[in-house]
């Protein structure tokens, strides 16, 4: 009988969570993030030292490997934050603030704060252009939520508009952008896709004259009822149904998980939605390894309950 992952030592007892944070961000040793010192740094000792605690003797501080990540300051034993880890990675639509609460024995407030940190944690920040050679992307938007501050009316000019690039077999990259207007979106599309592209839309009016950017542009026209088609010269299946799945899971998660979400934290949720699809299964990513690297990106990150908004602790409470 295979062993459950669920049975990890890391994800029971403490000193082995920090054991398996360190060896994943200090892989040639602790690192203080005081000084950036390597040399003269030992572990403290004792029957009052807290687990996982090291002293610089260059700088003279102390600290852990939470020091300058998403955990710094954080009371949630460390075992309980690589649960909450995996359970966001693992779970294809999310895990609400609410199941998270009663999982781990914590209060909502809590919960929502740790997963508003993983989020920031999951977010790439990569600048490298998408596609290439060779290489097809497809560009959509869709519509999530209603603005704040905005009417309510008929039409979708209160809706949170969201841009989302799919590369085939690749990654997918979102924005909160303010309109579907070619000013908005268009800036985006050429700053994150290469040129050498062969880039994938629908008919829409803003991307009437994206040839003119890329190497190739092929479209599919919704209106009469096409999704997709042949391009009988080179053989390449047209059509944006890539990236719209993509966002039948993201809405999925959104309205029958998370179910609530302000428009000051969205960007944070598509975040997790493009780094769980960007290291799916598909690409030979499994749960474990998708969780170190959201592990990896906790470095350098900081995220107070202040700046995320207090009091606003709402997302799953239905869940």
Known sequence: MSKSVLDAKALHDEAAAYAWVEARLWPHGPICPHCKGTDRISKMKGESTRIGVYKCYACRKQFSVKVGTVFEDSHVPMHHWLQAVYLMCSSKKGVSSNQLHRTLGITIKTAWFMEHRIREAMRDGSLAPMGGAG?????????????????????????????????????????????????????????????????????????????????????????????????????????????????????????????????????????????????????????????????????????????????????????
Do not use: W
Request: net charge positive; hydrophobic share 30%.
């Open 135 to 319: 290489g097809i992307v497809e560009i959509d938007e869709t519509f999530q939520g209603n603005k704040e501050g905005v009417e309510v009316r008929r039409g979708y000019g209160h809706k949170n508009v969201i841009l989302t690039l799919v590369e085939r077999g690749g990654s997918a990259r979102s924005f909160h952008v303010q309109s579907t207007k070619k000013e908005d979106v268009l800036p985006i599309v050429r700053a994150n896709i290469k040129r050498e592209t062969h880039v994938m839309t629908d008919e829409a009016l803003q991307y009437n004259k994206l040839g003119r950017h890329f190497t190739k542009h092929g479209a599919v026209d919704h209106s009469r009822e096409e999704y997709a088609y042949t391009d009988r010269v080179s053989g390449v299946t047209i059509g944006i149904n890539t990236v719209e799945g993509f966002y039948s899971i993201f809405k999925r998660g959104m309205t029958g998980v998370y179910q609530h979400c302000k428009e000051k934290h969205l960007h944070r949720y598509l975040a997790e939605f493009d780094f769980r699809y960007s290291n799916r299964v598909r690409l030979g990513i499994d749960d474990v390894q998708r969780t170190e690297i959201a592990l990896r990106g906790v470095v350098g990150k900081r995220l107070t309950y202040r700046t995320t908004g207090r009091g606003e602790a709402t997302e799953g409470r239905q869940a």
